[in-house]
């Protein structure tokens, strides 16, 4: 079975505090993705990957950066989290080519 | 710029009963069009996946359908139980490295 862990289910940050969301799949998958997902807008793509060191902007990348050193290993950087970026993360991995998108449990972040 | 929409936002139904959730989207250029299924506080986990090439897809009481000329997917749940209680989404693939675009859900309640 596909396995995509995420390193918390909850967290709580201060603003300004900078946060890092960690991705950890291990199907041996090249493409992997940031979302978040909010009430009423549905899943939007931050960044995502398709290779070791690539990434690629998704639509809503301000205010945050990724960062991917090994192949199963995907993370979502907050430099100087604010309020706005309260919301729930969630991490998805695929084949190169492949629609199919499996995703983590998610990261619920509050941004107080 | 694609975007997907899901109507009704939220549906309630006892069990047993019949139903079809709607997806619609604005470009038909699409590569396939999928079906998600989300519980309360978790990730996503993919239900079906129909190639723009195929019409419909089915597994087990789920019955995707795809029409790209009018720009609409149906997911179709016979004899709902209390147990598909869940928020549906549906997601369109498009070009370049396998993102897709996501509806914002429709929430569904089974009662018994």
């Known amino acids: 079975d596909v396995k995509v862990t995420q390193s918390s289910r909850y967290l709580v940050k201060r603003t300004g505090e900078k946060v890092f969301l960690e991705c950890v799949q291990d199907?041996?998958?090249?493409?992997m993705f940031w979302y978040r997902q909010d009430p009423g807008l549905g899943l939007r793509l931050i960044y995502f990957s398709y290779d070791v060191k690539m990434k690629e902007k998704g639509d809503i990348p301000e205010g945050y950066s990724v960062s991917r050193e090994k192949k199963e290993r995907f993370s979502l950087i907050l430099e100087s989290a604010s309020t706005n970026q309260t919301s729930m993360y969630l991490c998805?991995?695929?084949?190169?080519?492949?629609?199919?998108?499996?995703f983590g449990p998610g990261t619920r972040l509050t941004v107080t | 710029k694609q975007e997907v929409t899901q109507i009704p936002a939220a549906l309630s139904v006892p069990e047993g009963e019949n139903l079809v959730l709607n997806c619609s989207f604005t470009?038909?250029?699409?590569?396939?069009l999928q079906w998600f299924r989300q519980d309360p506080g978790k990730g996503l986990t993919s239900l079906l996946l129909?190639?723009?090439?195929?019409r419909e897809q089915t597994s087990g009481r789920l019955n995707a359908s795809l029409d790209k000329s009018s720009g609409r997917s149906t997911l179709y749940i016979a004899a709902s139980q209390p147990g598909d209680s869940a928020t549906y989404l549906c997601a369109s693939g498009g070009t370049g490295f396998q993102k897709l675009v996501f509806g914002t859900g429709t929430r569904l309640l089974v009662s018994p």
């Open positions: 470009d038909s250029a699409i590569y396939n």
């Open positions: 199907m041996d998958h090249e493409n």
């Open positions: 998805a991995s695929s084949f190169r080519g492949d629609y199919e998108q499996y």
């Open positions: 129909i190639q723009s090439s195929q």
